[in-house]
């Protein structure tokens, strides 16, 4: 079982390169695929594309420039891999098709348009492969039984599709696989979320209960900390689940957070690899792991955060109090992340964007009078930092080490947090240091 993403899908040369690496093991029976992805810095993802296309066409907006740039995109595929007529009638008509389809609202045609990025890209690939004498199959997700929750754009797996996917194993011929989306019981394409091909590969890893999942990307392995941070971080051979999980979650956007939970459940190992260097062994990602030196396996760092504090004498000795403010945020229709608390105060960790600025005085009004607080206020532009070790567990002084490091560059934590089960702590900081603690956490670690 295997998946490429976005980066080896780029162009024909890299596509050439999938072929061979598709060829060189017969056990890379499923080949799950994204839309192709970004060839330089500056270049669109089709994915993105195709979300500028939908929102002109539903705007009733002139698109024909972002619908050539869609085209040309696949254009300079087919002709690299000199797939002929055959395939650029194949995409001409799926576009028509997508443009000329009814759809009952907006979030419905959006999903359409980005799951055609994904499926007019297996089915090319598809043919690509059969060109060079490679037998493959392209399977519609419809067709296979991968049925989703209708929530357009962060769709959840219906369990009953496993049993649907197991199927798969039957087909003699290798397969080619749309990854991103899934099938609504209504019939409807739906997404998943961003990077979501990770999740379909995993899924479909576990319906054929596949030996091995391996995830090519554009790096050779998942490295220590973000490599766009950090100039050549020290590579992660072995990860747990556990570790993975947190990381993912925390900003490694190498590998999707949602894609682990259907490894988990079959106990699929994971290996994260490299299209550009296949040969390189990538990172391996199993329950468990040999004990290593260090306590400390990856750190990542995300954005965009805010916390509310909350202050109130004797708040400890309330009960219901954090179920109270809970309730709150909840009708707000706000998720919270992490929940660091003291004796007399608390801090709700929230993503930025869930707080518009219309609903914040609302929002903090009612916090104060409903918990009859002292104190309500925001934090924002906050960066959350995750240091994650399994070892972690069974050391000492690991947060008192990290602690230093950024004391030494004077920064401030403005919030700590060390999760129960001792593999992971957070720190949070504001967002002009986020770069220099990262640097100051890796010379201390790593
Ligand atoms: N800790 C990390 N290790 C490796 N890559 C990371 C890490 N953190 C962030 N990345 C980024 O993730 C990218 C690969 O993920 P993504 O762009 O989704 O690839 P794909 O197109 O293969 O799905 C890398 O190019 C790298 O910049
Ligand atoms: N193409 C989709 C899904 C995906 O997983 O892409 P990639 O493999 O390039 O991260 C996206 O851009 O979100």
């Not at 004077?410 to 603690?437: C, H, P, T, V």
Request: without cysteine; proline residues 3%; negative net charge.
């Amino acid at each position: 079982m295997v998946k490429f993403g976005g980066s080896s899908l780029a162009d024909g040369v890299q596509l050439n390169k999938v072929l061979n690496i598709v060829k060189a093991d017969k056990e890379r029976k499923i080949i799950v695929v994204s839309a192709p992805g970004k060839r330089f810095e500056k270049d669109e993802k089709i994915t993105d594309l195709l979300i500028k296309l939908a929102m002109q066409v539903h705007d009733g907006l002139e698109y024909t420039q972002t619908l050539n740039a869609i085209k040309e995109r696949y254009a300079i595929i087919i002709d690299q891999l000199s797939l002929g007529r055959e395939a650029a009638e194949l995409l001409e008509g799926n576009l028509q098709q997508l443009l000329s389809a009814d759809y009952d609202n907006f979030s419905e045609q959006l999903d359409a348009f980005k799951a055609s990025g994904e499926d007019n890209n297996a089915q090319l690939i598809a043919l690509f492969f059969n060109k060079r004498g490679l037998p493959t199959r392209y399977i519609d997700p419809k067709k296979a039984g991968l049925y989703v929750s209708d929530d357009p754009g962060h769709a959840q797996l219906l369990p009953e599709s496993y049993a649907n996917l197991q199927k798969l194993r039957e087909i003699p011929e290798r397969i080619v696989f749309p990854g991103f989306f899934g099938v609504s019981k209504g019939g409807k394409r739906v997404t998943f979320a961003r990077g979501g091909s990770d999740i379909t590969g995993a899924v479909l890893a576990n319906g054929v209960q596949a030996d091995l999942y391996e995830n090519f990307t554009d790096v050779d392995a998942i490295y220590t900390a973000n490599p766009q941070i950090i100039h050549q971080p020290k590579k992660i051979h072995h990860l747990t689940y556990r570790e993975m999980r947190e990381l993912s979650y925390a900003g490694f956007s190498v590998f999707h957070h949602e894609a682990l939970r259907p490894a988990i459940m079959a106990n699929i190992p994971i290996e994260v690899k490299n299209t550009n260097n296949p040969a390189s062994p990538g990172t391996l990602i199993t329950k468990e792991k040999p004990l290593e030196a260090n306590d400390v396996t990856g750190m990542a760092t995300s954005h965009g955060f805010e916390s509310i504090y909350i202050a109130k004498y004797l708040m400890n000795d309330e009960v219901g109090f954090g179920f109270s403010a809970l309730e709150v945020m909840a009708k707000h229709g706000i998720s919270v992340e992490h929940m660091p608390t003291g004796i007399d105060e608390m801090s709700l960790v929230v993503k930025e964007n869930q707080i518009n600025n219309a609903q914040e005085q609302a929002l903090l009004t009612e916090l104060k009078g409903q918990l009859n607080a002292d104190d309500v206020h925001r934090q924002t532009n906050l960066t959350l930092i995750m240091l994650v070790g399994e070892k972690m567990a069974t050391t000492i002084g690991t947060a008192a080490k990290a602690m230093t490091a950024l004391a030494n560059e004077k920064i401030e934590i403005r919030l700590f947090n060390q999760s129960s089960s001792g593999i992971s702590i957070m720190f949070a900081l504001e967002e002009k240091d986020e770069k220099k603690a990262i640097r100051a956490l890796y010379k201390a670690f790593f």
